[in-house]
């Protein structure tokens, strides 16, 4: 049972434009998610979060946008650079004041054209 | 600051054999260590994750194993290696929010 989906596995998209990666999860237990970003034969990187009290988080070319009545959240990427190609993990907690286990979507890959 | 070490980087093992990879962690205390793997075309499956000394919690029946002998080190393991256990292994730990990954283990059995 996929908690946490990534229904594209794959998206590619011109420097210069916005990335749109699309998570949606089905426990609503969740209450704190995460992007991770990772590149081939490496650990995935922490990239942004948010928690359910919020609806978006900014952090500079990044933002996140929660919608809980959807149980939907989408990482969105602007100005796209080639950099940015790698693979994109969402991901979810139902507890965010603890260490509680992470789950994962299945990831998207982000292939940003020069 | 806080590191973690994980190796080997790659590994090539066949059929049958053991297995024994390695995880450590500097810097922090206590923390909550977990193992994942990502086998080709699919995502990050959790696969133990630890609490604390000798506290370990299985997602998944499987043929590997896993064991925390000291606070900051993490071990998964194998008797016998199958086909379906290549894939890509990442140890990570967390304190309070958000893991923390490893490089990862690029293992391939043939």
Redesign the interface.
């Known amino acids: 049972d996929q908690q946490v989906k990534?229904n594209s596995p794959s998206l590619s998209v011109q420097e210069g434009r916005i990335s749109i990666l699309n998570c949606d999860y089905t426990n609503s237990m969740f209450d704190?998610f995460?992007w991770?970003k990772k590149y081939p034969?490496?650990?995935?990187?922490?990239l942004i979060?948010i928690s359910s009290i919020k609806d978006k988080n900014e952090d500079g070319r990044f933002t996140v946008f929660l919608n809980k009545s959807a149980k939907h959240l989408s990482l969105h990427i602007v100005p796209s650079q080639p950099g940015d190609s790698a693979v994109y993990?969402c991901a979810a907690s139902p507890n965010?004041?603890?260490?509680d286990?992470?789950?994962?979507?299945?990831?998207t890959r982000l292939a940003v054209r020069p | 600051s806080q590191t973690i070490h994980q190796w080997p980087a790659t590994l090539v093992q066949p059929v049958g054999s053991p297995l024994s990879l390695e995880c450590t962690v500097e810097g922090t205390s206590n923390p909550n260590l977990y193992w994942y793997r990502q086998a080709a075309g699919r995502g990050l499956q959790l696969l133990f994750y630890s609490v604390g000394i000798g506290q370990i919690s299985s997602e998944v029946p499987q043929n590997l194993s896993a064991s925390r002998p000291q606070d900051r080190q993490f071990i998964l393991s194998s008797k016998k290696l199958l086909l379906s256990d290549s894939g890509f292994y990442l140890c990570a730990w967390s304190v309070r929010l958000g893991y923390t990954f490893g490089s990862g283990t690029r293992l391939t059995v043939v």
Not at chain 1, 41 to 46: I, K, L, Q, R, Y
Not at chain 1, 96 to 99: A, E, N, P, Y
């Open positions: 990534q704190y995460l991770y034969a490496e650990g995935p990187t922490f979060s993990f965010q004041s603890s260490g286990k992470l789950t994962f979507g299945t990831g």
